[in-house]
């Protein structure tokens, strides 16, 4: 079988899942036919994606045109027309077995043998779905989340049988549509992203039912202690409350009564307008901050580790899969092994054992793997090693999980790697990227570039979610990891996609030059939350814009596009989405060739001479100047220019 060539893709299904993923394939170049069982129904989902493409195009987040997107699209009511020349089969019809069974059985005989056959069920095993065919090799599970457009994730899962050439065709097809797979590589149930789920609203659940909390409590503490999107009442709400109940019911585990309750008085949540909360007479998820004082987060959190720790002990993902997962399938704030790590597994081991014995339930018996991290004495971060190595690598460059680094060839390329909150700089980026620049190796580095992930934002401002619990008096302290950036002695690039909002400005403004595309958005919103920006914002807004400007984007708060942006000299160059990175490689390459010692001087000497008066700014000019003219570069800059040829500086 050659899995490596999928030209053409078979979506079956025109559904909430069907016309989401069609749309994302065909956004990538791919050729494929959407089916459905009804001419409406598939018209309903073209026209729905068309919808969206259309949107996408509004907001500049196309290559090309929605029409040119949409021309890859075929549909059709015709399974043997829509399989026949598809290289991947995509099933996303209604979650039901005897019907996955008769779609999979008609498949086996209409496509050809090398065809990829995928399900994007959340929780039927793909092994079930996939034990009537002959031959069920080249059946594995691609989960995407709703809606697909959005959602980064996808799971690639194994059924027992498929083999590890076709998990991989399917895992290199996911990231070929520019969607970040995670392997599943056993047939769990409720794969990666909901088994790690399960307990978030099931122990607040049990805590609620039995007493030990109240539904506010359990939601403010989640969300504004712990910095999780929603709290689990108000998730529970928004998926349907009969969904978690059926879910728990299949894989026959007790059922907490408030569920039991709601279930039976069929108050559902939002669709039902009452659930936990009230929609229809009430304000919703209505909780306040100070509500979730004295809630037990942690009792939730040994749990999701521990689901965890079975996830990883049992060899169905990898620590850092698990936490993709989490984050960009769940958004959460961080992932749960990293989150376990810096807790302690001692503490949670302990936290579990305690609640087994006080309870008598085996929901908090802890896994094996727990047990074993301990013996091992990787008890978390603070040993150096938990779920995770904590150590630096062959560059020096601590292990970091809010940020990428790599070092190449002298350049030091950092990506903000939060994209399921549009790289929103949370205390612990803030205090990566400030570990980062105070404890590399300048010696080895000519230049910086710093951008963030995904494609929608560099970075969308501060993570506001961490900032209710926060206290007036910590917010006062400037974090220094703007200063770290600004001082940093090699020129700091910022490679500006997207939003380029809040704390996000404030870290680019930062940096030396800041170049973006034309689609990209700028502003300092924190007005409109009653803040001003922090970081250093309003001071260096004054000194790059100068007052007028500056004073327009705090007071208003508004956004300005990349081309007013350049206008007004807060960025240098504001480029089409096509020529970037080729223009950005220009600029890193004449400061990644330039001499080391030169730019460090020049840096500093406009940096610190801004502040001071004419006079001593002059005074570090000229000192500057003194102590280039005996270094070597300079001797190599003025032989290359008398030879006629490039200088090689070697920062001596
Ligand atoms: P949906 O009901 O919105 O769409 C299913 C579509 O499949 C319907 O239009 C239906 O007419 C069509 N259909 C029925 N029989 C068919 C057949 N034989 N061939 C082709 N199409 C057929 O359902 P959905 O929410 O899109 O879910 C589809 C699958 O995706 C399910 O397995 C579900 O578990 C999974 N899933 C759903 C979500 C979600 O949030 N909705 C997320 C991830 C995965």
Known sequence: MSKGTIERVAVLGAGSMGHGITEVTAMAGYDVTMRDIEAELVEEGYDQIEWSLEKLEEKDRLDESAAAVLERIETTTDLGEAVADADLVIEAAPENLELKHDIFTDLEDLTDEDTLLASNTSSLPISDIADVLENSERVLGLHFFNPPVKMDLVEVIYGEQTTDEVAEAGYEWVESIDKTPIYVRKDIRGFVVN??????????????????????????????????????????????????????????????????????????????????????????????????????????????????????GEGVSTPEEVDTGVRLGLGFPEGICRRADRIGIDTIFEKLETLRDETGSDRFEPHPYLEQLLEEGRTGEDAGAGFY????????????????????????????????????????????????????DTDEIRCVTIEGAGDRAFSAGADISGFASTKPTDMMDVTPAFETVNDFPRPVVARIDGYCLG??????????????????????????LGLIPGGGGTQRLMRILGETRAKELVFRGSHIDAERAQDWGLINRAVDREEFDDVVEEFVSDLRNGPPIGLEVAKKVMNEGEDASMEAALAMESQGFGLLISTDDVLEGTAAFAEDREPEFEGE
């Not at 789920?197 to 506010?216: C, D, K, N, Q, Y």
């Not at 039991?260 to 306040?288: I, S």
Request: charged content about 30%; hydrophobic content about 35%.
């Open 195 to 312: 088994t790690v789920l399960g307990p978030f609203g099931g122990e607040a659940a049990w805590m609620v039912s039995e007493g030990e909390a109240t539904i506010r409590q359990a939601d403010a503490a989640m969300v504004h202690r712990r910095g999780y999107p929603m709290g689990p009442f108000e998730l529970a709400d928004m998926t349907g409350i009969d969904i978690g109940y059926h879910v728990r019911k299949e894989a026959d585990d007790p059922i907490p009564p408030i569920i039991e309750e709601k279930v039976e008085n069929e108050t559902l949540g939002q669709k039902t307008g009452e659930g936990f909360y009230d929609y229809e007479n009430g304000d919703g998820a209505d909780y306040e901050p100070g509500d979730g004082d004295g809630f037990d987060t942690l009792r939730i959190e040994a749990r999701l580790a521990n689901r965890a720790a079975y996830i990883v």
């Open 389 to 440: 190595e904590y150590g630096t690598d062959e560059n020096g460059l601590d292990s970091y999980h809010n940020l990428n680094a790599d070092l190449e060839d002298g350049v030091l390329r950092v990506e903000l790697d939060r994209p399921e909150r549009m790289n929103a700089l949370s205390e612990d980026l803030l205090a990566e990227i400030d570990d980062l620049f105070s404890g590399v």
């Open 503 to 528: 704390g996000g400005l404030e870290l680019a403004l930062a940096c030396d030059l800041r170049l973006a595309t034309e689609r990209s958005q700028f502003g300092a919103p924190e007005i409109g």
